[in-house]
């Protein structure tokens, strides 16, 4: 039995801050953007939010390559904005997550300049530098190209896991650590509830640098083979934890890919290194990795409903679990589970129920509150994601046409998730007066905010009204603490039982457009919630069996035997 925590009970919403709210009239996202929003975001009942980097960047993966973790980027605002934000929030009992970069800096970060200036700098060691007159191996990056790139005028080459402008630091020296756990400290004293922490399975290399088998055709092979959770990290992650989290009541939040589920204990167990992590199994099921776009896998429901209920019971056995079905760096989820129902209201209001309900804290992506969709771009330099962009020319080199290209990058881009919010709809859906940074989904959005707040039967208030049923409805006890178990049920159907000594909980949720008939023991079943009319307190029966109208989710309540 899981310990009772504070985090358990939030709904995080994830906000990425470039693309929210623009404030000033640059075409950019801001911090004050939004604390301008922060009453839209108390309306919906989110508890928490999590800003992706505002920290000082060049930008070059937005915001993921800091030059400064103690400075907030020009575009995004000040460290007083940030500040009022953290107070504003507090007022409206809405706690502030950031997100913690520390796999790598940006290669405008001081310590790498000094690094490069002067190799005899003890800033040379903060980094992974090898001397050769060729790259040191055949590892891949994320974003592509080998993982290491040559020092101008030296014999010399530095190692980066993701970007060229991302180089990593050498988790080796212990001086480098230290560094990170000041600055770590340095934020949660200032008042924020904790981090998401990105990319942290990276930290530990394989320390040989041996070749890999290649595995693509330009000769290479992907480095999470060889950098990615390798043997010895658990050290780090505890150092990491002893010196910074455990010294605050904080929630940590990991992106923590490559973990085997055998190996959730160490990382979110009783003494685990996090509090609650990520796992992107079933969010990666339409492609062979989170690197090989071109290489599309056909799923259905069944697979899906096999990995998160695979998921639930691996994080269920040892911690607690994340629960999310978008962030910033997946495609929005109705385009992805739903395909060519991603404009079903009904079937957007199943998807949002079958996650919600899981066992774990729940993650709500800008925008998906209002069933945000995918775009379609018409050319490759419409797009501003580097993976992106690395994607499109991979899929060309391993024999996709340019037109089949687009298609893959268009279904799975990481900016389909960062256009700009749609508050309105007029010109740049109120997200700014001028251009934004990045081409919005629909120039004169048909989906936004504006049109669905206070709407009976909108996606918004169903997003409303699904938080409050968890947060501040009558079983609320079983749906964030009750142990959860799936269910029995037909192909297209996921299913699944939460349950507490004092309450059991069934959820069935149908992600098809036909009408299914489930075997339920229906007479000892009450209905206490669905996604459609939900004054309605009957379900559908037909010869002692459920009977669920196509996209349709309910909760059926076991009825207990008076004594």
Not at 206 to 221: I, M, N, P
Not at 341 to 366: C, E
Not at 525 to 542: A, H, S
Request: net charge negative; with cysteine; charged share 30%.
């Amino acid at each position: 039995m899981v310990k009772r925590k504070w985090w358990q009970e939030e709904v995080i919403y994830q906000i990425y801050p470039r693309s929210f709210c623009d404030s000033n009239g640059d075409g950019i996202g801001d911090l004050k953007g939004i604390t301008l929003k922060l009453d839209y975001l108390k309306d919906l009942g989110v508890t928490m939010l999590w800003i992706c980097p505002c920290y000082q960047s060049p930008m070059d993966d937005n915001g993921y390559d800091i030059s400064d973790y103690m400075k907030i980027a020009n575009e995004f605002g000040t460290m007083d904005d940030m500040d009022e934000l953290i107070r504003e929030g507090k007022k409206r009992d809405i706690k502030i997550i950031l997100d913690l970069v520390i796999n790598h800096t940006s290669d405008e970060h001081p310590w790498f300049q000094e690094a490069l200036k002067n190799p005899e700098s003890k800033y040379h060691d903060y980094y992974i530098f090898k001397s050769g007159k060729k790259e040191i191996n055949n590892w891949r990056s994320v974003f592509g190209g080998n993982v290491w790139e040559k020092v101008p005028g030296r014999d010399e080459y530095y190692f980066h896991a993701f970007g060229k402008k991302q180089p990593d630091l050498n988790w080796e020296n212990p001086e480098v650590r230290k560094e990170l756990y000041q600055m770590v400290n340095w934020w949660l004293d200032k008042g924020i509830a904790g981090f998401r922490i990105d990319a942290i399975t990276f930290i530990k290399k394989d320390l040989t640098w041996k070749d890999r088998e290649a595995d693509g055709v330009d000769g290479l092979a992907k480095c999470t083979k060889a950098s990615r959770n390798q043997p010895g990290i658990g050290t780090f992650l505890n150092e990491l934890k002893e010196n910074t989290f455990q010294r605050h009541d904080c929630v940590t939040v990991a992106e923590a890919p490559g973990v085997p589920y055998e190996e959730l204990e160490e990382f979110i167990g009783e003494q685990g290194y996090f509090s609650m992590i990520f796992d992107f199994r079933y969010a990666d099921l339409d492609i062979a990795s989170g690197s090989e776009w071109f290489k599309r896998i056909p799923w259905t429901v069944k697979d899906l409903n096999q990995k998160i209920m695979a998921s639930q019971m691996a994080l269920q056995k040892c911690g607690w679990g994340a629960n999310f079905i978008e962030n910033h760096d997946q495609p929005r989820a109705t385009s992805k589970y739903l395909k060519e129902y991603q404009n079903n209201s009904g079937a957007v209001k199943a998807l949002a129920a079958m996650y919600f309900f899981l066992r774990g804290t729940p993650f709500i992506y800008q925008g998906q509150e209002l069933g945000m969709v995918n775009f379609e771009r018409n050319g490759i330099k419409e797009f501003n994601d580097i993976s992106s962009i690395d994607q499109y020319h991979r899929s060309i080199e391993e024999g996709l046409t340019e037109k089949e290209a687009l298609h893959i990058v268009n279904l799975r881009s990481r900016d389909n998730t960062r256009t700009p919010f749609p508050w309105t709809d007029e010109q740049y859906g109120g997200f700014s007066d001028e251009k934004p940074w990045l081409g919005m989904t629909e120039e004169y959005p048909k989906i936004n905010a504006k049109d669905q707040i206070g709407h009976d039967g909108s996606i918004y208030q169903f997003y409303k009204e699904m938080i409050a049923f968890r947060q501040k409805g009558e079983h609320r006890d079983c749906l964030i603490f009750g142990d959860i178990e799936p269910l029995q049920s037909s192909d297209n159907v996921i299913a699944y039982r939460r349950f507490t000594k004092e309450e059991s909980i069934e959820c069935w949720i149908n992600l098809s457009p036909e009408t299914v008939e489930e075997n339920v023991d229906v007479k000892k079943k009450e209905l206490i919630w669905q996604n459609f009319d939900r004054k309605e307190k009957e379900f559908n029966v037909k010869e002692n069996k459920l009977v669920l109208k196509p996209f349709q989710a309910v909760l059926l309540k076991e009825i207990k035997e008076e004594k």
